[in-house]
């Protein structure tokens, strides 16, 4: 029982974490705000975590090691490349339904982490380019992708899904359904070999 409630405990102090680191970033959120707003003190605070870059790296990287779960569990459903990277990429915008908070902290705060601690998330991350990475090679070698550089490549479809915590608003005219729809359109209009008759007109 003891057990459960620290762990009970230690999940509501990420989940305030994220709460407030969203909405004030990482400096503007003192240990003091994220006790208060779970309804503790700070020595209890600091019995679970040390101090808050350690609490910062937590949620960076348990979001960075569920997002490659969650695509690793989409490219088991789909054997096509072109259906494995279309629906990676959906997979990937998704997040933005239930982890919009982790994404912004993700891409804004992590400069907080100190090296080592930084180097250990980027290695997180560094897996999910390298998914990406394989996918980009795999439909090269069938021949259906167009003379492009792969990291150029994988930094554009990343770094345009990275973009989207900036602007997409849920309240506004378009669902995330729409954009994962209009966005994979934009990336494999670029990306794929097509003939000429297929294209639509300019």
């Not at 994220?34 to 020595?43: E, F, H, P, Y």
């Not at 167009?146 to 150029?152: E, H, S």
Request: proline letters at 2%.
């Amino acid at each position: 029982m003891k057990r459960e409630n620290t762990i009970i405990v230690r999940q509501k102090i990420i989940g305030s974490a994220v709460d407030l680191f969203y909405l004030h970033g990482f400096e503007g959120t003192s240990m003091r705000n994220i006790a208060r707003s779970v309804g503790c003190t700070q020595a209890a605070l600091y019995y679970h975590f040390r101090n808050k870059e350690e609490l910062l790296y937590t949620i960076v990287d348990q979001f960075a090691k569920d997002m490659l779960l969650e695509l690793k569990s989409i490219l088991l459903k789909k054997s096509d490349p072109i259906e494995k990277l279309r629906e990676t990429i959906k997979g990937q915008i998704f997040l933005m339904k239930t982890r919009r908070k982790e994404v912004k902290i993700s891409i804004e705060d992590k400069k907080f982490l100190k090296a080592e601690l930084n180097e250990l998330v980027k290695e997180s991350e560094r897996a999910t380019y390298r998914l990406y990475r394989s996918l980009i090679e795999e439909l090269k070698v069938d021949g259906r992708l167009k003379q492009l550089d792969t990291n150029t490549a994988v930094f554009g479809i990343v770094g345009m899904i990275n973009w989207l915590y900036h602007w997409y608003r849920p309240e506004k005219r378009l669902t995330i359904d729409e954009i994962a729809e209009q966005i994979t359109g934009i990336l494999f209009h670029g990306l794929l070999n097509q003939n000429q008759k297929d294209l639509p007109p300019s």
